[in-house]
Nanobody
Framework: QVQPVESGGGLVQAGGSLRLSCAAS????????MGWFRQAPGKDREFVAA????????NYADSVKGRFTISRDNAKSTVYLQMNSLKAEDTGVYYC??????????????????WGQGTQVTVSS
């Protein structure tokens, strides 16, 4: 079992960058696929990016491809989301999640077993 805890959110101007971190407690972090999701006010939670247990496989939502990069450091039990060229539509609460589906980089929320509390990202235009 792991417990993800997000950090790094904040307020940034359009075109700027932020790096989110997700530290996951538990000794088996490297056995989990990890993902980032976001939820804007009044909208459903949506997939952003995912990475498999080795870091060798990643998936991205079309809306963030080329701007966001997901990575992980298993020695630190941490997954990162580097967000560049931010847009107002990237605003939302960003959630980190852990999936027992460790081979693939899962994109569906139902594939994830443990969720963090979220961190707010606000992009001003």
């Amino acid at each position: 079992q792991v417990q993800p805890v997000e950090s790094g959110g904040g307020l940034v101007q359009a075109g700027g960058s932020l790096r989110l971190s997700c530290a996951a407690s538990g000794r088996t972090f490297s056995s989990y696929g990890m993902g980032w999701f976001r939820q804007a006010p009044g909208k459903d939670r949506e997939f952003v990016a995912a990475i498999n247990w080795t870091g060798g496989r990643t998936n991205y939502a079309d809306s963030v491809k080329g701007r966001f990069t997901i990575s992980r450091d298993n020695a630190k039990s941490t997954v990162y989301l580097q967000m560049n060229s931010l847009k107002a539509e990237d605003t939302g609460v960003y959630y980190c999640a852990a999936s027992r589906t460790w081979v693939t980089a899962a994109t569906a929320p139902l594939d994830y077993d443990y969720w963090g509390q979220g961190t707010q990202v606000t992009v001003s235009s």
